[in-house]
């Protein structure tokens, strides 16, 4: 179609406007060049100044004639490196040659999507296990949030993949999980709310009756001042399910910026030190500390516990010296308002995985 088209290794391509495209606007023809290419990247590239004409920068309303030399700078789309492998490290917990355990950082996204189409987990698996570009999403059959850190289970081969999955279906997989609310939780008890999307909302999940059934157990491990430390169980394992399920019991996770209460934090009924310790603190307090499930070549039940993560351990130092308080003086969470919102703020630009996932065969978050 043209004169001469040639491509560097750099990504830069060369090509001369042939003279049965003369009159059109630049973007049009480039368009007709480059039909690989939507007519709005290319125009975005125009205007980025990514594209020249004879050497001079133009606009996509230039008119083209015909032998004109043009050089585009093509810029590679971010989802090219959603399946590449990156030399990324991975905290190994376990690994045989069916199986994979790691325990994944607070930061990490598990699986590619828009806004994180590379450092992710998926991308760490690929580097570690070549062999996991044959296994359909590189063997990962469930996941965590971007900020909850902990335990994860990967299948490396396709055997394997299918009998988690069924484990996950069957809800026999054994998760653990530790969290750190706001407010005194006073006894042990279940969340028994189903989960749907959030219908004013489509990035959050919400108690919704048409949603899907979402169990989780709770168990009160240490109470204090304002803010509670908890053992979670999953007997099922939908998007943010903790996450909500706390919202609900009006006790939302520390640090959450997303179902948390905006400017109820109580600021003033806390010590210095614990101050500093929740601003310093930038992520949902959430952390998966156990996993177990039937081991997918030997059938027998294997179990793996981790340590919990530095930060929450860090939170949970200064929780435990905040000062002693007389019991009348003993704070009641509620969604009444302590505070103005500029005495505390959530960051909320912190990004969300994605959440087309349905189900744990397609990659429900754990929590």
């Not at 607070?106 to 070549?130: I, R, S, Y």
């Not at 019991?249 to 030190?273: C, F, N």
Request: aromatic residues 6%.
């Amino acid at each position: 179609m043209t004169d001469a088209t040639n491509q560097s290794q750099d990504n830069s391509l060369s090509l001369t406007i042939p003279h049965d495209l003369g009159g059109l606007r630049l973007d049009v023809a480039l368009q007709r060049l480059l039909p690989e290419h939507s007519r709005s990247r290319l125009q975005a590239w125009i205007k980025d100044g990514l594209v020249t004409v004879d050497a001079q920068a133009s606009t996509s309303k230039t008119k083209v004639w015909g032998g004109e030399h043009v050089v585009v700078e093509v810029q590679v789309k971010p989802e090219t490196y959603a399946f590449k492998a990156q030399d990324i490290p991975l905290d190994i917990v376990y690994e045989d040659d069916h199986i994979l355990v790691v325990n994944k950082p607070a930061g990490m996204v598990v699986h590619p999507a828009a806004g994180n189409w590379e450092g992710t987990l998926l991308n760490a698996l690929l580097f570690h296990a070549p062999q996991l570009h044959d296994v359909p999403r590189a063997g990962i059959v469930h996941r965590l949030d971007k900020d909850t850190s902990g335990l994860l289970v990967v299948a490396k081969t396709l055997n394997a993949q299918t009998h988690l999955v069924r484990q996950l279906q069957a809800r026999t997989v054994k998760r653990e999980y530790r969290a750190i609310v706001w407010g005194q939780l006073w006894r042990n008890g279940t969340v028994d709310q189903p989960l749907g999307r959030d219908p004013r909302s489509r990035t959050k999940m919400a108690i919704n009756r048409m949603g899907k059934p979402a169990v989780t157990r709770y168990e009160v491990l240490e109470r204090f001042s304002v803010q509670t430390y908890l053992r979670c169980n999953l007997e099922t394992g939908r998007t943010h399910q903790i996450r909500v399920h706390m919202q609900y019991l009006k006790a939302p996770l520390v640090g959450d910026p997303v179902y948390g209460y905006r400017g109820i934090v109580p600021i003033r009924a806390m010590t210095q030190t614990l101050r500093d310790a929740v601003s310093n603190f930038h992520r949902q307090a959430l952390h998966a500390i156990k996993l177990g499930l039937i081991h997918p070549a030997t059938n027998e039940f294997m179990e793996w516990q981790i340590e919990l993560a530095d930060d929450m351990k860090v939170l949970l130092e200064a929780m435990r010296h905040e000062d002693a308080r007389d019991d009348e003086e003993e704070f009641e969470f509620s969604t009444e308002p302590y505070l103005a919102d500029e005495d505390y703020e959530y960051d909320e630009d912190d990004e969300l995985d994605d959440l087309d996932d349905d189900a744990d065969l397609d990659l429900e978050s754990d929590d």
